[in-house]
C-alpha cells in the first residue's frame, strides 16, 4: 500500500516561498530582485556587536520561556504604547517569528468551517494557513479606485454564524495603504458588536512616510488581536522574531498551543531584540531607514511613470511595496512575472499571491534596491510590456 502524506498539503500549493522560488532562476544569476519583503539595510553595528558578546552567554542556549522572556514582554508592551495600543504584560507573547504568529493565532481560534474574512488584496500566508486548518475564506475586495480602503459596510455584510475573525494588514503589504483612522474603527467596534475577532498585522507600523500609524486596539480592546514582526524596522529578518497581543485568554490559550508547536522562540534573538528596543539611538535609525527607504519609494514611482506609463498604482504611504495593476498589457500576472524573471532577469510577486481579483496586478519591492538599480529593473518591467503590447 503506497505511502500517503496530508491532503491539508494542497492548501499549501500556491505558497509564497514556492512563487519566490520559481522565480528566481539558476544559482548566481544576475538577478534585480524585486519580489521578496526583505530589508536591505544593514542593523546598526553597534548593535551586532553586543549580539557577539550574547552568543558568549549561557543564558542564550538555554530554552525560553514559551511566552517569551519577561523583560523582553515588558518592553514590547511599552513600545505598543507609542501608537496607542493599551495591553499589560501578560497580554503579549514572543512568537519565533511573524508567519509563526500568524499559524498560532489561527491555530488558537479555528474549527473546521469557520470563516476568517480578507481584504482583498492582502499578505499571502492568511488564506494557505486558514484553508490548512480547515477554515473557509470569505473575501471582501478593497478597489483601487478607494486607494485599496477597507469599505466597513462591505466588512459587516460577510459577517455570519460561521465568521470567526476579520484580518486587517496595517500598513498594508501589498499595497502600501495606510487605514484610514475613521474606517479602522468603524471595523473595530463592528468586530466588537458582533462578537467576533479583528486580527491586525502591524508588521510596518514603523515604516511609514506620510501620516502616521495609529493602533484600532482602545476602540475594542477585548476583540482585536495584533501581531508583529521584528524583521522590519531592526533589518534582522533572519533573527527571526515576532510578537502577538490580545486579551489575556487569548495569550494564554497561544501559551499552551506553542507549548506543543514550537515551543519558544530563540533566547539570542530575543536578547539581540530587548537590546534594541532600549537602545537610545533607535528612533534616529529608524528615522534614517525611513527616510531611505522613502527615497527610493519616490525613485520607483517615478521610474514606474517614465518606464511603465500605462501602469495604474497608488503612491505607497507606508510599507516596502508598490502594487500596480498591469491591465490592459497583462490578463495574466504569473506568466508575466514568469516570463520577467526568465528573459528579463527581474523578479516581481505577481498579484494572484495576494487574493482573486489581482490577475493583472504585481507587487514590487522598492526597498531591496538602490535607486539606480531599482530604476533598471522598473525600466526591464516597460521594455517586457512594450514587447508584449506589440
Known amino acids: 500500500m ?11 500549493a500556491a505558497s509564497p516561498m514556492k512563487i519566490i522560488d520559481s522565480l528566481l532562476g539558476p544559482a548566481g544569476a544576475d538577478v534585480i530582485r524585486l519580489h521578496a519583503g526583505e530589508p536591505s539595510l544593514p542593523p546598526p553595528l553597534e548593535l551586532v556587536d553586543s549580539l557577539v558578546d550574547d552568543l558568549r552567554r549561557p543564558e542564550s542556549y ?10 523582553l514582554r515588558e518592553a514590547v ?7 496607542g495600543t493599551s495591553v499589560s504584560f501578560d497580554e503579549v507573547a514572543i512568537t519565533p517569528s511573524g508567519t509563526s ?7 488558537v481560534l479555528l474549527d473546521p468551517g469557520d470563516e476568517v474574512i480578507l481584504v482583498d488584496p492582502t499578505f499571502m500566508i492568511y488564506r494557505p494557513v486558514i484553508e490548512y486548518l480547515g ?7 478593497a478597489s483601487p479606485e478607494r486607494g485599496f480602503q477597507p469599505d466597513p459596510d462591505a466588512v459587516a455584510a460577510a459577517i455570519n454564524d460561521r465568521t470567526k475573525a476579520i484580518v486587517l494588514v496595517d500598513p498594508d ?12 474603527r468603524a471595523i473595530a467596534e463592528l468586530a466588537q458588536d458582533r462578537g467576533v475577532y479583528l486580527m491586525v498585522d502591524e508588521a510596518y507600523r514603523r515604516i511609514v512616510y506620510e501620516g502616521s500609524y495609529r493602533s484600532v486596539q482602545p476602540y475594542a480592546p477585548d476583540s482585536v488581536i495584533g501581531l508583529g514582526t521584528f524583521s522590519k ?10 510578537y502577538i497581543y490580545g486579551p489575556k485568554d487569548f495569550i494564554d490559550a497561544y501559551a499552551s498551543f506553542n507549548g506543543h508547536a514550537f515551543f519558544g522562540a530563540s533566547n539570542m534573538s530575543q536578547l539581540y531584540v530587548l537590546r534594541y528596543l532600549r537602545w537610545e539611538g533607535r528612533e534616529k535609525f529608524i528615522e534614517s531607514v525611513v527616510a531611505e527607504y522613502r527615497r527610493r519609494r519616490d525613485a520607483a514611482v517615478k521610474a514606474m511613470r517614465k518606464y ?9 504611504r507606508a510599507s516596502m511595496y508598490l502594487y500596480a495593476d498591469l491591465s490592459p498589457l497583462v490578463n495574466d500576472a504569473e506568466s508575466f512575472a514568469s516570463r520577467l524573471a526568465s528573459k528579463y532577469r527581474v523578479t516581481v510577486m505577481p498579484g494572484t499571491a495576494f487574493g482573486p481579483a489581482n490577475r493583472t496586478f504585481i507587487r514590487v519591492t522598492f526597498v531591496s534596491q538602490p535607486p539606480e538599480r531599482l530604476e533598471e529593473g522598473i525600466r526591464r518591467i516597460g521594455e517586457a510590456l512594450g514587447e508584449a503590447g506589440q
Open 101 to 107: 504568529a500568524i499559524f498560532s493565532a489561527m491555530s
Open 62 to 71: 538555554a530554552y525560553a520561556p514559551t511566552r517569551g522572556l519577561p523583560e
Open 173 to 184: 503589504n501589498p499595497t502600501g495603504r495606510l487605514l484610514d483612522p475613521d474606517i479602522g
Open 77 to 83: 508592551a511599552e513600545e505598543l504604547k507609542r501608537d
Open 135 to 141: 477554515g473557509r475564506v470569505r473575501w471582501v475586495r
Open 2 to 12: 503506497p505511502r500517503r502524506l496530508s491532503s491539508r498539503l494542497s492548501s499549501l
Open 233 to 242: 524596522d531592526p533589518g534582522v529578518p533572519g533573527l527571526r522574531l515576532g
Open 308 to 316: 511603465v506609463p500605462s501602469a495604474r498604482f497608488t503612491e505607497p
